[in-house]
Structure formats: structure tokens, C-alpha cells
């Protein structure tokens, strides 16, 4: 239950983007070209200092932007950023990353160093996907999901990989929701505990029924696009309008990613 409500808060924030602040009055496909700017930053630099000062600076978007600090440091940090730290733990080891030695201690009778440039490399590598993640997730609290996929058909991205996302985001909230109700259904039924047997019939019963439910929805949605004129093409509008402030923030973002580049 706690899992399926961290999903819908995380896919369904568009109560932010709703909101009246900085990030969200710039134009969807500036943002965009600037956010781009900083993370092929952070994926170039090999400064760690460039990537904490971009870091910074994607925190105090996040406060211009009025979004809870708290709100936002939980969906860029629970999942990606850790899972990467443990991914360059082993590199902070002579083993792997030889170099001048910084501390150094035996464990199950094996004798571990952590060496000066395995440390650097990293937290490199850390603060990369930490910026990279962060802005990422910036960039969907503060657009309305339809305005990110009307950016990426100006960008040219296949109409096909458009439409598919933007049917996994319509329809991911509705399979959550069934998947919501027949958990509260099985727990009203038979309780908290069942034997293993008996769970993993309900489980797999519960599974094909989900599938063929989904099947249904899929033909259902397919034939009511069809008779409504779809020919394969989605008709996405682009009303998007540059005004002097959306310039000027572009302009703003080519001069902090100079500036970040010469810091490396």
C-alpha cells in the first residue's frame, strides 16, 4: 500500500507544475535546451566542485520554484543517486583504482585500502548522477507531462515513442488503482496471513485477470482513437510562444554552463 501511494505522488505531481513559480512561467522548450545544457555539463566535467555548484544552483531553482525542498530531495535521492553509490563503492578500493593510499583496514582477515583517486572517482561519479537525476526530475515537476510531450515532437522525437509514453503515463495511474483495489479486496477476504498455496493461486488468478482487463482496455481505447479519425499520426498543437523572459533565461543558462566548463 505505502508503495503504490510513492508511486501515484511521484507520477502525479502536476500540482506543482501548476503552481506560480520561476521554472514553471520559461517556456517548456527553453527549459528544456537549458536543463540539457547542465546535465551534458555534469556528464562532461571532472571537477567535483562543478558538479556540486550545479547541484546548487538545481536547489535553488527548486526554491524559486516553490517546491517542497523535502518533496523533491526524496524522488531525486531514494532510488538512483543511492543505487550509484553503491555502484562506486568497490571503485574507492586499491583493488580496483590503485593510487596513493588514504585509509586502510582489515575485514575478515583481508586487507582493504581506499585510495585517494578511487575516493575522487567516486564521488565523481555520485555527484554526476545526482546532478543529472535532479535536474531530470526538475524539469517533469515543473511541465505538465502533455507540455513535455509537445517538446518532444518539436524536437523531432518519432510521433510513435511520443504517443506510447504518453499512454503509459494516462493509463499506469489506472492499472495502480486496480492493483490498489484487489489488494484491498484479497486483505478483506481472507486476512493478513493465507497459506503459500493458496496465496500464489490468488496471486496468479489475480495476474490474468489484470492482463486480460488490460487487453480489453487496449482494444477499447484502439477502436474508440480509430473512430474518432486517428490515422496514426497524434495531433499534438504546438502553442508554445517565446516571450523576452524565456530569451533571457536562455541566455542566462549558455552563460552559467561557460562559466561551469571553467571551473573544470
Not at 525542498?69 to 568497490?90: E, V
Request: glycine share 4%; with cysteine.
Amino acid at each position: 500500500m505505502g508503495t503504490l501511494v510513492f508511486l501515484k505522488e511521484s507520477v502525479f505531481s502536476d500540482e506543482y507544475a501548476s503552481r506560480k513559480g520561476f521554472m514553471q512561467s520559461i517556456d517548456p522548450r527553453f527549459k528544456a535546451v537549458s536543463f540539457f545544457l547542465f546535465i551534458l555539463t555534469a556528464l562532461f566535467t571532472k571537477s567535483i566542485a562543478t558538479s556540486l555548484w550545479l547541484y546548487l544552483l538545481c536547489l535553488m531553482l527548486v526554491c524559486v520554484s516553490k517546491i517542497d525542498l523535502g518533496f523533491f530531495l526524496k524522488r531525486t535521492w531514494i532510488f538512483i543517486p543511492i543505487f550509484s553509490l553503491f555502484i562506486a563503492i568497490p571503485a574507492i578500493f586499491s583493488i580496483v583504482t590503485p593510487g596513493e593510499a588514504l585509509v586502510s583496514f582489515k575485514l575478515a582477515g583481508l586487507n582493504f585500502i581506499i585510495t585517494r583517486p578511487g575516493l575522487a572517482g567516486g564521488a565523481l561519479f555520485v555527484t554526476r548522477v545526482t546532478v543529472s537525476v535532479s535536474f531530470v526530475v526538475l524539469l517533469s515537476i515543473t511541465t505538465k507531462h502533455f507540455e513535455l510531450l509537445r517538446v518532444l515532437r518539436v524536437f523531432k522525437v518519432p510521433h510513435m515513442f511520443v504517443m506510447v509514453l504518453g499512454m503509459c503515463y494516462r493509463y499506469i495511474y489506472l492499472f495502480v488503482e486496480v492493483v490498489e483495489n484487489t489488494y484491498l479486496a484479497v486483505r478483506s477476504r481472507v486476512g493478513r496471513r493465507v497459506h503459500y498455496k493458496k496465496g500464489q493461486r490468488m496471486a496468479a488468478w489475480n495476474m490474468a485477470s489484470l492482463w486480460h482487463r488490460s487487453y480489453r482496455l487496449n482494444e477499447a481505447v484502439y477502436n474508440a482513437m480509430l473512430s474518432r479519425g486517428y490515422s496514426g499520426e497524434p495531433a499534438i498543437f504546438n502553442d508554445f510562444k517565446a516571450r523576452p523572459r524565456d530569451w533571457v533565461w536562455l541566455a542566462c543558462s549558455v552563460v552559467l554552463t561557460f562559466i561551469s566548463l571553467n571551473i573544470i
